[in-house]
């Protein structure tokens, strides 16, 4: 070990320096005295050394130096072996906390020796999807006696809230009110913006009318028209075509898009956003389960409709709208080709959107 020190003339001192060199690393002690003599206006001052294996002895064990200026180094033996004389945290409690609750996953006690302690804890945690958006949850891993951890947070989502109503809406006195009070003179506001999509150019009323559902005997001018296309849907495994289908579903959903946006026809239906705007994940969609009067249901198995759009993984609502329509003849009587198959896909996509089942990416 070796050391340098300087000192005041105030008697005896002690001071801790660490070892270094060939020496265990360990703690010693500087013990330091003054003399009561004055050479040259320099106090004369002696250094000791005490190592933990030996007690401090009364001759110098690195020399005499004059302060302040002095300086002086020296050795002395120092024998750091042996066991420690306490142990500090040889057991611990490791903990899991997830949801607020707090599990003990077990205890550990550190052996001296190899093979030295060592536990792996394998466990599971459960969540349940939100039934919308998304939701994070944290799983916190801890030493209860060091208070050190581990954590991993997880997402888990449900379909996009978007607000959107379903066809069966639409063809109610409730949608069809909507439509006939909403839709600007004439209902003609809706039928232009309508008219951009080729499926719905054949609408040419010019009037709003009315429908069943709102004590018509029949379906006449804008609104009858939407009543009619929706009461004719449909996508049975002995029709060649799911035209009448995917066109039902399409309209319907280009209704929650006119009348969920403040710039096109108000949001009438409450929604938390305009729904032209909400960005679906077209690599997970459900393939949908068309009932009767409108419904439809999710079957629990997903599908890919990437192939209906593109190839594009993800869209608005807006431009899954603008790409469908961009694959079908005016009124809609030619689409995807007729190639049933790739119709089913583009109106499983309108379907999940309507029933509020579809996800965001």
């Not at 003399?35 to 009364?58: E, I, L, N």
């Not at 939100?130 to 060091?146: D, G, R």
């Not at 039928?191 to 005997?217: I, M």
């Amino acid at each position: 070990m070796s050391a340098r020190a300087d000192h005041d003339p105030s008697g005896w001192r002690s001071k801790s320096w660490v070892s270094s060199g060939a020496a265990p690393a360990g703690r010693v002690t500087l013990r330091l005295k003054s003399s009561a003599s004055m050479r040259a206006g320099r106090w004369r001052t002696s250094v000791y050394v005490q190592t933990p294996s030996g007690p401090f002895t009364g001759e110098p064990s690195m020399g005499t130096f004059f302060t302040p200026d002095g300086s002086a180094s020296g050795t002395a033996p120092a024998d750091f072996t042996g066991l420690p004389t306490a142990t500090v945290n040889k057991t611990i409690t490791v903990t899991d906390n997830f949801n607020s609750v707090t599990t003990t996953l077990g205890t550990l006690m550190a052996t001296d020796s190899p093979t030295f302690a060592a536990a792996t804890y394998t466990y599971s945690r459960t969540v349940n999807v939100p039934t919308f958006n998304c939701l994070k949850f944290t799983n916190t891993a801890v030493i209860v006696e060091t208070t050190q951890s581990a954590s991993q947070t997880i997402e888990v989502c449900g379909p996009a809230k978007t607000g959107a109503l379903t066809m069966g809406f639409w063809q109610n006195k409730n949608g069809q009110g909507i439509i006939q009070t909403n839709s600007g003179a004439n209902c003609q506001n809706l039928r232009t913006w309508l008219n951009q999509f080729h499926p719905f150019s054949d609408l040419t009323a010019t009037v709003c009318g009315s429908s069943p559902s709102l004590g018509a005997t029949s379906g006449t001018g804008v609104a009858g028209s939407i009543y009619n296309v929706i009461k004719a849907a449909q996508c049975t495994s002995a029709a060649n075509t799911c035209n009448s289908m995917l066109k039902a579903q399409m309209l319907a959903t280009a209704l929650d898009v006119y009348f969920s946006d403040p710039a096109l026809g108000g949001n009438k239906i409450g929604a938390p956003a305009p729904i032209g705007g909400v960005t679906i994940d077209l690599t997970k969609i459900c393939q949908m389960i068309d009932g009767s009067g409108g419904t439809a249901t999710c079957s629990g198995a997903f599908e890919s409709v990437s192939s209906a759009f593109g190839g594009a993984s993800s869209l608005t609502v807006l431009g899954i709208l603008s790409y469908a329509a961009s694959q079908s003849n005016v009124g809609g009587t030619t689409w995807y080709g007729n190639v049933k198959a790739t119709q089913v896909l583009a109106k499983d996509a309108f379907d999940a959107i309507n029933n509020q089942v579809a996800f965001s990416p």
